[in-house]
């Protein structure tokens, strides 16, 4: 099992000065590099008031000196709204900077307003996406280019220099659905899976992911997940730690549509057990969770800590924690 933290919670509250919240982030991360965390990743929204969204390439790249042999990971790009050749080039240039610890994470949005800024509607996510993998992975394996796509068109081109790492950093998909999690398997080496899904889809998306590799003839690739970790006295304390947070994440979510009905049933409300989707409780809690997910197939989890302390001194210590009581514990668990 490998555990990364995803950086969400750490940019709120969003009433600090922005510089001050990028700084402290780069402060906990650095600090973090050091803990035995596998990965740090960040996500991508635009226009996302009153949320705060730093963009992934350039926070990644400020990150990479202070990370160690941490990973770097984009957890997600919005693959259909970006120019194909320029997230090629720019993820060339961060796998460079970063001495080959990129890994890249895409999927295909849900946002309307995403959407509408760059002229596509929801039915050309999927094929938008499909495209401009196909056109990254030519342009990265540094051959002449001519390609011409339904979006995107080249004619004769050649990047300048392929990626550090060959034939191409690791990429995986995120998803929250049965097309999802085949699409994964069949363009990418792992499937990430959301963290508003249950622990029950996850399972079953999974098992399906697996079997469309397995139908290709390719038994490789990997299964992992975003998870909400709300760590307290019990679970009853943890609950109530994180309820506060977790009502912004609701409304956020419900606000954006989110929900979509292909779907799995997405967690956007009180009305499920938090044992039905997060870890959640004591430390010892935590790990017990994580053991079952060990066991349904989950072989990678990236944690989204709740309850963050307000003070940057305070969440290095509770991220200290997490990594003594929770990471090690499960890392330790397998070792003979």
């Not at 790009?77 to 796998?95: K, M, R, Y």
């Not at 394996?141 to 050649?158: L, M």
């Not at 992992?224 to 709300?230: K, Q």
């Not at 938090?274 to 349904?296: K, Q, S, Y």
């Amino acid at each position: 099992m490998r555990i990364g933290f995803h950086l969400t919670p750490f940019w709120s509250p969003t009433d600090r000065p922005p510089t001050r919240i990028i700084d402290e982030a780069i402060e906990v991360v650095a600090a973090a590099s050091r803990m035995g965390f596998e990965w740090v990743s960040i996500g991508q929204h635009w226009l996302s008031h009153p949320t705060v969204w730093p963009q992934p390439f350039a926070m990644l790249a400020r990150l990479a000196p202070e990370t160690g042999a941490m990973r770097l990971k984009t957890s997600v790009l919005l693959l259909p709204i970006l120019n194909p050749v320029e997230v090629a080039e720019s993820v060339a240039t961060l796998d460079h900077i970063s001495h080959g610890r990129l890994d890249v994470g895409v999927a295909i949005g849900y946002r309307e307003l995403e959407l509408d800024v760059v002229g596509l509607a929801r039915a050309d996510r999927v094929p938008k996406l499909e495209e401009s993998l196909d056109l990254m992975k030519r342009l990265w394996r540094g051959e002449e280019v001519t390609f011409k796509g339904r979006y995107t068109r080249v004619a004769g081109g050649r990047m300048g220099f392929t990626p550090y790492q060959q034939p191409h950093p690791p990429l995986e998909m995120g998803a929250q659905s049965e097309g999802a999690a085949r699409r994964a398997a069949r363009l990418t080496d792992g499937v990430f899976f959301g963290p508003q899904l249950g622990w029950t889809d996850v399972a079953r998306f999974g098992a399906m992911f697996r079997e469309e590799r397995a139908a290709a003839g390719d038994t490789a690739g990997y299964v992992g997940a975003s998870r909400s970790l709300i760590v307290g006295a019990s679970k009853q304390a943890a609950a109530a730690a994180a309820r506060g947070y977790l009502e912004k994440t609701f409304t956020m979510y419900r606000t954006w549509r989110m929900q979509e009905p292909t779907m799995g049933r997405l967690q956007l409300g009180f009305e499920a057990s938090l044992d039905d989707w997060t870890i959640h409780g004591t430390p010892r809690d935590c790990v017990e969770t994580i053991e079952r997910a060990r066991a349904l197939g989950v072989e990678r989890i990236g944690f989204t800590v709740y309850s963050l302390p307000p003070d940057v001194r305070a969440r290095i210590d509770y991220l200290q924690m997490i990594a003594e009581q929770i990471v090690a514990p499960v890392r330790d668990a397998r070792r003979p």
